[in-house]
């Protein structure tokens, strides 16, 4: 998360994928750890809730948002679910909405704190959480200028023998005993009908 005094020299952090992928639950322990081990500050900003609030609004709660984090530094702000407030629109006909308009001026707002930071080298990482860099705003991932993102993580849907362990392990946890008991409880079928599931659909079933 941190490179000496650099700050965010190299940019910040993206997680990505599916809804239900475990990408909030990986941003959170990146976060812990930091605290943990880096005694650092951690500000989480759950931008789905954001949606639809004024723009000054917003913008105030990014500002404090950073301002803390300096002040406080070493820190790590987490910006979670950060396309339901910079996203894309969802179709062309929305392209010159408002709401478009909004998700450009947020993302101009965004890049802004952070190359305030990076110009400063302070010890503040950002780490955001989105299902693609392409539901994000362009502004924030293909600008040909400075890219706010520099690290990638994308969280791919379990293969076949990732989803056999996922099931064994939820079955377990629900049971409390040795699936051994249930000869009839066919995991290697449940594994190979389920692709596309990530974990959440699991612990659905």
């Not at 051994?180 to 596309?196: C, K, S, V």
Request: proline content about 3%; charged content about 25%; hydrophobic content about 40%.
């Amino acid at each position: 998360l941190f490179r000496s005094a650099a700050g965010l020299r190299n940019g910040a952090l993206l997680i990505t994928g599916a809804k239900g992928s475990g990408k909030t639950t990986l941003s959170q322990a990146l976060c812990k750890e930091a605290s943990d081990n880096l005694n650092a500050f951690v500000k989480v900003i759950d931008c789905k809730s954001l949606r639809g609030k004024r723009f000054e609004s917003i913008r105030q709660k990014l500002e404090e948002a950073f301002g803390e984090a300096i002040w406080r530094q070493p820190s790590v702000i987490l910006l979670d679910d950060l396309d339901h407030l910079m996203g894309v629109p969802s179709t062309p006909e929305l392209e010159q909405s408002p709401e478009a308009f909004q998700g450009k001026q947020f993302s101009q707002v965004l890049k802004d704190l952070v190359k305030e930071v990076i110009s400063k080298g302070d010890l503040v990482a950002v780490i955001a959480t989105s299902q693609s860099q392409h539901s994000l705003h362009p502004s924030l991932v293909f600008a040909q200028a400075t890219h706010l993102f520099q690290c990638f993580k994308h969280i791919q849907s379990p293969d076949q023998e990732q989803r056999f362990d996922i099931l064994r392990c939820i079955i377990q946890n629900k049971l409390h005993k040795n699936l051994n008991r249930y000869p009839d409880l066919d995991l290697q079928f449940l594994a190979r009908e389920t692709e596309g599931f990530v974990a959440v659909d699991f612990a659905l079933l």
